[in-house]
């Protein structure tokens, strides 16, 4: 009855509260226990790996553990090791908005506007800590974008509190599920440049975004109806238009469009998780070519770079 009920929360989450941030968590199953693990990203310690190849750095938060009770099974959560090792949890349904607990989150225009599709609250799930929360919330600066202490112990370390931090200012600690990329029949095209769609790393190099400068991107192919194409270039700050060669592109009378689209799961100040970060025409091929030949550029992989 525990895998009935439960194995279907498998999988990847976000955390919405740490808008415009976010941070990657995986839930899985480990000796019969339901792990919460938080995924960071830094630079890789191993000798002759590129220093743009990250390591990943898992920071166990919470485990949900289980016991079947005649007709029923009991969950009862404890938080792992560090700041949270004290805490008690009981598991919630997802309420369908949540909002920033993160002042940087307030600078955006209504982050429940913001966050995003790619988030599935259905399949999401709220730790309530059955104290409440702290006398004296936090001030949240752990969460600032600066560099923890150097390597995998210290952002291990790092992420635990940051944690603490979020779950005492509200005294809950809300997990939205990471929906799986669309599967599109765009992908059964033999004329579109084909790559996998799921969860990527990418470095943006900045050294403002300190921590956070590893970010995850939900990548997928998407089609669209040409009256709502402008849906894919909306931001935070305003509505976003489509380029205008995009749209001149499109006017051969073509009804829809196929597109490569790159979404934040984890963000930054300048493009919030939830927001398109990259967009490429692929279908239909006459407007894709049109498009091309409006500009003198070559495209290349990172890795190929």
């Given at each position: 009855?525990?895998?009935?009920?439960?194995?279907?929360?498998?999988?990847?989450?976000?955390?919405p509260?740490?808008f415009?941030?976010?941070?990657?968590?995986?839930?899985?199953?480990?000796?019969?226990?339901?792990?919460?693990?938080?995924?960071?990203?830094?630079?890789?310690?191993v000798?002759?790996?590129?220093?743009?190849?990250?390591?990943?750095?898992?920071a166990?938060?919470?485990?949900?553990?289980?016991?079947?009770?005649?007709?029923?099974?009991?969950?009862?959560?404890?938080?792992?090791?560090?700041?949270l090792?004290?805490?008690?949890?009981?598991?919630?349904?997802?309420?369908?908005?949540v909002?920033?607990?993160?002042?940087?989150?307030?600078s955006?225009?209504?982050s429940?506007?913001?966050?995003?599709?790619?988030?599935?609250?259905?399949?999401?799930?709220?730790?309530?800590?059955?104290?409440?929360?702290?006398?004296?919330?936090?001030?949240?600066?752990?969460?600032?974008?600066?560099?923890?202490?150097?390597?995998?112990?210290?952002?291990?370390?790092?992420?635990?509190?940051?944690?603490?931090?979020?779950?005492?200012?509200?005294?809950?600690?809300?997990?939205?599920?990471?929906?799986?990329?669309?599967?599109?029949?765009?992908?059964?095209?033999?004329?579109?440049?084909?790559?996998?769609?799921?969860?990527?790393?990418?470095?943006?190099?900045?050294?403002?975004?300190?921590?956070?400068?590893?970010?995850?991107?939900?990548?997928?192919f998407?089609?669209?109806?040409?009256?709502n194409?402008?849906?894919?270039?909306?931001?935070?700050?305003?509505?976003?238009?489509?380029?205008?060669?995009?749209?001149?592109?499109?006017?051969?009378?073509?009804?829809?469009?196929?597109?490569?689209v790159?979404?934040?799961?984890t963000?930054?100040?300048?493009?919030?998780?939830g927001?398109?970060?990259?967009?490429?025409?692929?279908?239909?091929?006459?407007?894709?070519?049109?498009?091309?030949?409006?500009?003198?550029?070559?495209?290349?992989?990172?890795?190929?770079?």
């Amino acid at each position: 009855r525990t895998l009935e009920k439960w194995a279907v929360l498998e999988g990847f989450y976000t955390l919405p509260a740490a808008f415009p941030w976010c941070m990657l968590v995986i839930l899985r199953f480990d000796n019969g226990s339901l792990v919460g693990e938080a995924v960071r990203f830094c630079h890789s310690s191993v000798e002759g790996v590129d220093d743009d190849t990250p390591s990943e750095v898992y920071a166990r938060l919470f485990e949900i553990s289980f016991s079947e009770e005649a007709d029923d099974v009991r969950a009862s959560v404890r938080f792992g090791v560090g700041a949270l090792a004290d805490r008690a949890a009981i598991v919630q349904p997802l309420a369908a908005a949540v909002a920033s607990q993160l002042p940087w989150g307030q600078s955006f225009r209504g982050s429940s506007a913001v966050l995003p599709t790619w988030m599935d609250v259905k399949r999401g799930f709220s730790l309530v800590c059955e104290a409440g929360g702290g006398d004296e919330p936090p001030e949240l600066d752990t969460w600032a974008a600066i560099m923890p202490a150097s390597g995998e112990e210290g952002l291990r370390e790092a992420t635990t509190r940051m944690v603490h931090d979020l779950f005492e200012a509200a005294g809950r600690l809300d997990l939205a599920m990471v929906r799986s990329p669309l599967e599109d029949v765009l992908l059964d095209d033999p004329h579109i440049e084909q790559l996998r769609p799921g969860l990527y790393v990418g470095n943006y190099g900045h050294d403002f975004y300190g921590q956070f400068k590893w970010e995850v991107l939900h990548v997928e192919f998407r089609e669209y109806a040409l009256a709502n194409i402008s849906d894919l270039f909306a931001r935070p700050f305003g509505d976003g238009n489509p380029p205008g060669k995009l749209m001149e592109a499109l006017t051969g009378g073509a009804e829809r469009a196929g597109f490569l689209v790159g979404t934040k799961v984890t963000g930054d100040f300048h493009v919030p998780a939830g927001q398109a970060t990259f967009v490429a025409m692929v279908t239909p091929s006459v407007s894709k070519n049109l498009l091309v030949g409006t500009r003198d550029m070559v495209v290349l992989a990172r890795v190929d770079a």
